[in-house]
């Protein structure tokens, strides 16, 4: 049985004439231009289905009253093979409905070549223009191409919690979750959300649920249940971070990646599917929106004002880097990235004095767009560096001892002109090391005791990585601001809508 | 380029086989029963690919010592044809390494068989069972089920924000979003959220952002500002409500898909789309899913306890009546149905005095499921029953005013067993009407200045619905509760993990 959706899109319309002239055809859409001669009018209208819209001729110029830029239209009229050259076809209009009006005095966009900037006022309008209805199908073909990457290898895609009773990588910049009689009773509750747990006791109990709860920084601990019986999942949902920051790369609700395979044994094999994840979407991406990449490419540097002013170029080499047709992502451990680092003759602001340093934002895109100038897998760091959960790196042997090791079997993927677009790691499962772990970083084991639960029955060897979605949108769109490549952005001071 | 997952299933492993004796594999999994005889041993092992697993049979039964239900186990060996009759191959196991113990004492799913009650204290390991396993990989199927049939009609997924400064529905149902500091700030500020917006210029600033934020009930009037640009998107997202129910068919935390098309001005075009989006997902999960559909239906009605005793053969019914090899849904009125329910000669809790009485769950179900027998769309609702957006039904011509009807141009989706599943309605996309509407509810009209731009600049006629994700899979399942068709579940009261 198949369903047809009853209004035929532009890009429908055209594919279906073959290039031939077509009998009557109803279009419907957004003016972009209006342009009015003596003899005739020229609209051109546009339902985000292809870049360019339809330009519609009308003979008798007083059809095209009230047509504005903004304003929705319904034409009717047969397509014909266009004289100008701007396309090959156009719609012969003979009749024009005004849907809905757009005053041109008032119409936020009413002027073509908008800066990215001022249509940042007008989130619930942008996407009326190219570059955004470019960037929102864009968007949905990556998405979609992870799925269809994953579930291709027998992932199934889980649906893990927001709400959260627990605060996974103890970075305390969760979001608290109250209601209005929560909140008036809760007037005492503050600090961490561990430090709340530990009041719990003390101040009045939360009116909704039974504990304090927050939202979910991460979904790894509750993916790696779910993985303690289906060997591969995935999830594909929101994460919140209270992160005060202002930068172009961070916003407060965000889209992550995250999957967890069971009965993995190497980190090699972490970096192969997480390499091959970001090649096929990459790859699908490719093909299926050419012109919407076309039209993000198109948009001037300026304009899309990215931090390290990749050039039109630059992006198209990125791309390629990142798909499969570009060669293998660079493989270096941080023990040779210090080395590199320290041997380069640059100036660091902060110092890479000795093994054991920090990568910093600097050291990172040196790695990535100076040195190798393509995606590189940065792995095992310092176990100081990184959370409880990380498996040791395997000594010379192979062998991973439970007492602590000075590196921890994990990846950073840092990509040029973004930084750091994914991380992961295997986990550690054994229930005497992942104890002794969280007692050296001096955690509260409360609360976790149904992860450990998960290294006291059956636990597996198995490893994760969480990406970035609109950071991995940044490489492919060429866009500099995070809050370009998501349709409602929140960050530090702003939510809107 | 085609990339293999390192490490092979056990579906894998026996479609790699086709039937015949293979050479040497390995089989990684978890242990369902261990047998031991003098001379032999049985141990099925299952790693979520296929329900039944694998049995390995053991020539020494010294090889199974410390093997018990719910470890986990990395087996070598090769596949043979069974002599036994419960599977046609069997593993001849040359080799077995525990990989992770499972204490029988202490394990808290050893025994068979268990009441989804007894599971349901512990969602961190309920996973293992053949039946979540099932209910997850069903969850997986019906979601990407909705993702193909939206894709392949060119609808664009979009992700709706989740932190949001409006209420959509005005419920007064929603949860808070705070930081610690803005907690220790804002003791006074109580209420609904629309209190707390009229109180934010007395009270003390949040913390984090520009104005109280809750968490989104419905992504409806976002999705609608997508829709002003692109005519066909749709969303699948959380949702969350504070409600304080402990009902079998509530969450907190819940996933919806919603879609809304731009350019559909017949009810009927929208009733269309979402009984072939359920039809095209229920077909899709019979193909795929059988398997999984076998092991739920094998559950003992008195473990599934669902709300409406549905039998095996009521839940076969249900699945094809909602797939495309059934009949089209029942599609009546609100006016028709009260008809129904006044002359049915039932005698109803919540009387049907008059035309204007609110349809309760018992007049839903006695709709779907004693009179109909079938899903049925009930349609042309009161306005004041209905949010403020409801476009109103059509006169006999097909005009309808913007001066106030007596119905909307809405539906409900009804399913024997569940009850409401999805509803949705055309929307008011008149600047007058709209106007009108959110008057005379004595809605604030502040903070909605967004949503009057789309009426504003080039409103399109359109419609939309949203759909219970958790209800649906219910339906498919035959599951009695919510609380068994989310990992995770969230409900008043309750957030574990």
Not at 26 to 40: D, E, L, P, S
Not at 80 to 94: H, R, Y
Not at 390 to 414: F, K, Q, Y
């Amino acid at each position: 049985m198949t369903y047809r959706f009853p209004v035929k899109s532009i890009r429908q319309l055209l594919e279906a004439s073959h290039g031939t002239d077509a009998p009557q055809v109803t279009v419907n859409g957004w003016v972009r231009t209006v342009r009015t001669q003596k003899q005739r009018a020229f609209v051109q209208v546009a339902d985000g289905s292809n870049p360019q819209g339809i330009q519609a001729v009308v003979s008798d110029p007083e059809m095209v009253k009230g047509l504005s830029t903004g304003a929705s239209v319904r034409l009717q009229g047969s397509l014909v093979k266009s004289i100008g050259g701007n396309q090959a076809m156009e719609l012969k209009a003979s009749a024009i409905t005004l849907l809905g009006a757009s005053d041109p005095e008032k119409y936020p966009l009413h002027k073509a070549k908008l800066p990215l900037e001022h249509l940042r006022d007008h989130f619930h309008l942008r996407s009326r223009t190219r570059t955004f209805t470019a960037m929102w199908k864009l968007r949905n073909s990556a998405m979609q191409g992870f799925h269809e990457f994953f579930q291709s290898n027998d992932f199934i895609h889980v649906n893990t919690p927001i709400f959260t009773t627990n605060d996974c990588e103890g970075a305390g910049e969760s979001f608290r979750v109250m209601t209005p009689e929560s909140l008036a009773n809760q007037s005492t509750a503050t600090g961490t959300l561990k430090q709340q747990h530990q009041q719990h006791q003390q101040i009045k109990k939360d009116e909704f649920f039974d504990l304090p709860v927050s939202l979910t920084v991460s979904s790894q601990l509750h993916l790696e249940a779910m993985n303690a019986a289906l060997p591969r999942v995935y999830t594909m949902g929101p994460a919140f971070r209270a992160e005060k920051s202002l930068s172009t790369r961070h916003l407060a609700e965000f889209w992550m990646l995250e999957a967890e395979a069971a009965f993995l044994t190497n980190l090699d094999d972490l970096l192969d599917l997480l390499e091959a994840s970001v090649k096929a979407t990459t790859s699908r991406v490719v093909a299926a929106s050419a012109d919407d990449l076309s039209v993000l490419a198109a948009l001037p540097l300026a304009t899309t004002g990215t931090s390290s002013h990749r050039t039109k170029e630059e992006t198209q080499k990125l791309i390629l880097s990142l798909s499969e047709a570009g060669p293998a992502f660079h493989r270096i451990t941080y023990t040779e990235a210090i080395k590199i680092l320290q041997s380069c003759g640059k100036t660091w602001t902060h110092p890479v004095d000795s093994w054991g340093a920090s990568l910093q934002s600097e050291h990172e895109r040196y790695l990535a767009e100076e040195y190798f100038k393509a995606p590189v897998f940065v792995t095992d760091y310092p176990a100081s560096e990184k959370p409880f959960y990380m498996l040791d790196s395997a000594d010379s042997e192979g062998n991973r001892g439970i007492h602590g090791g000075p590196t921890v079997a994990c990846v950073d993927l840092l990509v040029p002109g973004i930084g750091e677009v994914a991380g992961g790691s295997l986990r550690e499962h054994r229930l005497d090391g992942i104890q002794r772990k969280i007692q050296e970083k001096k955690m509260d084991m409360k609360g976790l005791d149904w992860y450990m639960d998960l290294r006291r029955y059956g636990a597996v060897p198995h490893g994760g990585f969480g990406l970035g979605f609109e950071r991995y949108l940044m490489a492919l769109s060429g866009m500099g601001n995070v809050r370009d490549v998501i349709p409602m952005p929140r960050w530090f001071g702003h939510c809107k809508y």
